[in-house]
């Protein structure tokens, strides 16, 4: 066993190792850890609705009915009403003709990708594509090839040398990039998926429920029988847990039997469900928490930009701020916690070497007081560090 001691020892030295951080409690938009008060910037329920009492009832009312656990997966006994009520919900929020639920975001991407793809298919990958995206390509076998990150004319120069070698073609991209807060230029996507004959997946999971009118995401209604698969999680701006395929009757039928990550897994259990339906219940009434997200986030990233002299990217809730280095990145994520905030250090594999970064993430929940404080313990840092 001494490669675990070496590699852990190289992860020390190189400044990335992973611990975890327990939280004790949950009090509104502040975590309670080791006997600290944090008000929490690293967390992705970006509306607050994952302490709602409308999520909480739901969840209770699932479990009266239907009991704990789904007791087996969707193929044997485990297809349960309220997993194709809640996928009816999702298919009107998206505007697709149905939905099919995974366990995870993960488990949707590493299931559906390989599950269209295989040797003699190709697939067109954004560079900052989500790891479970490129697992899922891995898993395909696939032959793929990466764009630059948001460059439609990279991936038309692609299509243009590498399309017509292949069967099936597949473009994958995000609607809202969890690690440089930027969008996915969906409207040039959908023009290139049909000008060269492709499918196209977009993964929605961090601009679901935050962006749209009902909080349908960064497609909208009418766009969306234009994307072949619409994926999304309910573990973020939704509050709950699992994720969901937007998609046709017929891609969900194909799915159904092909995607081995929802044939051999066990159901969602029904008080997930029951939460994840309320908070769908709630898309069309909380248009003042996603216009407070994005006021709180655009006041906020604008601050940065000048006022710190950092490298500040995105347009979204999240706004990751570049310092570079590994160790600075945890120094000042270190900073922020003993005055108060808990923001995490984003370091390699995670995003690109020499790019560590804090990864800032506003929700609904956060005070003009929260942001101000937060301006003044990175202003006290920098100060240090000059």
Known sequence: MDFLEKELEHL??????RVLFRIDGLEGREVLSGGERLVDFSSNDYLGLAGNSALVDGAVSAIRRWGTGARASRLMSGDLEIHHTLERAVADLKGTETGLLFGSGYLANSGIIPSICGRKDVIFSDRLNHASIIDGIMLSRA?????????IDHLESLLETHREKYEKALIIAEGLYSMDGDFAPVGKLIELKECYDTLLMLDEAHSAGVYGKRGEGTVSREDAEKVDILLGTFGKAFGGYGAYAAVSRAMKRFLINRARTFIFSTALPPCVIGSDLA???LMPKVSGLRKRVIESSEMLRTWFRQKTGLEVRGESQIIPVIVGENRMALELAGHLQKTGFLVKAVRPPTVPAGEARIRISVTARHTEEDLNGLQNAVKQYLNSCS
């Open 279 to 281: 908070a769908l219940d």
């Open 12 to 17: 020390s030295d190189t400044g990335l190792t």
């Open 143 to 151: 032959r793929a090839f990466r764009f630059r990150h948001n460059d």
